[in-house]
């Protein structure tokens, strides 16, 4: 089986309201670590389902299965989970998650993740991040997967 894998920050869920939050509290003073802010369960909650992954989402079920490749600490795979079962009311095959406490950049972190899912038998096909970065390093060693660039609601193909 053929498969397309997103990332959920940015891509199927809007988080700029936890972004904000998150911002605000570590400018005033209240907090230190911004992602430790960020990633904090009760932020989540604020976390919208983006209209154009929902509907990128319904127009491969059938044709491809779907997993996830988010940067997200693994220790909120239940909510992301949950997130992605409530707002897109399918269930991915499997999800990706960087480790706990693994402070590196995305681009490596991720990396390491889509290699993971492949060697474990998954055929990426397409792959959405709103990290540009992240995705002209996928270019490089993947070619043959297609990369859809999110910014937003909306999206672009990277040739």
């Known amino acids: 089986m053929k498969y397309c894998a997103f990332d959920v920050d940015g ?6 309201e936890r972004f904000r939050i998150a911002k605000e509290l570590v400018e005033s003073g209240m907090e230190r670590d911004f992602w430790k802010v960020f990633f904090r369960e009760e932020l989540l909650l604020l976390d ?11 127009s491969r079920v059938g044709r491809y ?13 239940k909510i992301t989970l949950e997130q992605i079962v409530q707002n897109f009311k399918l269930r991915p095959t499997k999800i990706f998650m960087r480790r706990v406490n693994d402070y590196r950049p995305s681009t490596i972190v991720k990396l ?6 492949l060697n474990e038998g998954y055929e ?3 792959y959405h ?3 540009l970065q992240v995705l002209k390093t996928i270019k490089k060693l993947y070619p043959g997967i297609t990369l859809y660039f999110h910014q937003g609601d909306s999206y672009r193909i990277l040739s």
């Not at 891509?11 to 700029?16: I, K, M, Q, R, T």
């Not at 919208?48 to 319904?58: A, F």
């Not at 490749?69 to 693994?74: D, E, F, Q």
């Open 65 to 77: 299965g779907l997993i996830v490749i988010t940067g997200r600490p693994a220790n909120l795979y």
């Open 124 to 126: 990426v096909v397409e």
């Open 11 to 16: 891509v199927l869920l809007d988080v700029s």
């Open 48 to 58: 919208k389902p983006r209209g154009i992954s929902i509907e990128l989402i319904n």
């Open 129 to 131: 991040d709103d990290d």
């Open 112 to 117: 390491e993740l889509i290699e993971k899912a």
